[in-house]
T-cell receptor, first 111, second 116 residues
């Protein structure tokens, strides 16, 4: 089955700097890769997703890149703000029918 | 409704007790998922419904776990004879089916189950 690894497990950045979180997946048939943000005690919220027919997608300060050959995808957050502090999870699946999540990255943005 | 609603928000059960967790998905969403999230970890898939049909239950950890969605809307996850390792947050998510795919799940706030 699918296996997703996520790095780093914790990331501290200064406000205004960029943050990058990387994930690798094992199943070459996976074609859908969402990213979720989860604040303490709250529900995971979808922040961006990408399908395997594109290599990059951007939404304001957030972007995701996908390398199908190497089977890895990354989340890029630019101009980080304190409210970006949260746990971020990547996931992989075939058509979104059963997401396999990474272990999460705790992002701390220091002001 | 406006979002996925789960109840109760918190549940404390004595070991051996049966529990039932409820999920009310977004109105009109065909697909419904249950995930289990242990402390400090990512969610893990439990089961998937398309309308009332349970299409995938490969993630249910044991036969003590049972889920149903009899009318294709509200779903209940039941755990019999709870054990301490069942302590976790149980997340429900719903999605509108696009062909054979589910993109952009919306998660509920979860039920935090503590077994003592």
């Amino acid at each position: 089955g699918e296996n997703v690894e996520q790095h780093p497990s914790t990331l501290s950045v200064q406000e205004g700097d960029s943050a990058v979180i990387k994930c690798t997946y094992s199943d070459s048939a996976s074609n859908y890769f969402p990213w979720y943000k989860q604040e303490l005690g709250k529900r995971p919220q979808l922040i961006i997703d990408i399908r395997s027919n594109v290599g990059e997608k951007k939404d304001q300060r957030i972007a995701v890149t996908l390398n199908k050959t190497a089977k890895h995808f990354s989340l890029h957050i630019t101009e980080t703000q304190p409210e970006d502090s949260a746990v971020y999870f990547c996931a992989a699946s075939k058509g979104g029918n059963k997401l396999v999540f990474g272990a999460g990255t705790i992002l701390r943005v220091k002001s | 409704g406006a979002g996925v609603s789960q109840s109760p928000r918190y549940k404390v059960a004595k070991r051996g007790q049966d529990v039932a967790l409820r999920c009310d998905p977004i109105s009109g969403h065909v697909s419904l998922f249950w995930y289990q999230q242990a402390l400090g970890q990512g969610p893990e898939f439990l089961t998937y419904f398309q309308n009332e049909a349970q299409l995938d239950k490969s993630g249910l950890p044991s036969d003590r776990f049972f889920a149903e969605r009899p009318e294709g809307s509200v779903s209940t996850l039941k755990i019999q004879r709870t054990q301490q390792e069942d302590s976790a947050v149980y997340l429900c998510a719903s999605s509108s089916l696009q062909g054979y795919s589910n993109y952009g799940y919306t998660f509920g706030s979860g039920t935090r189950l503590t077994v003592v």
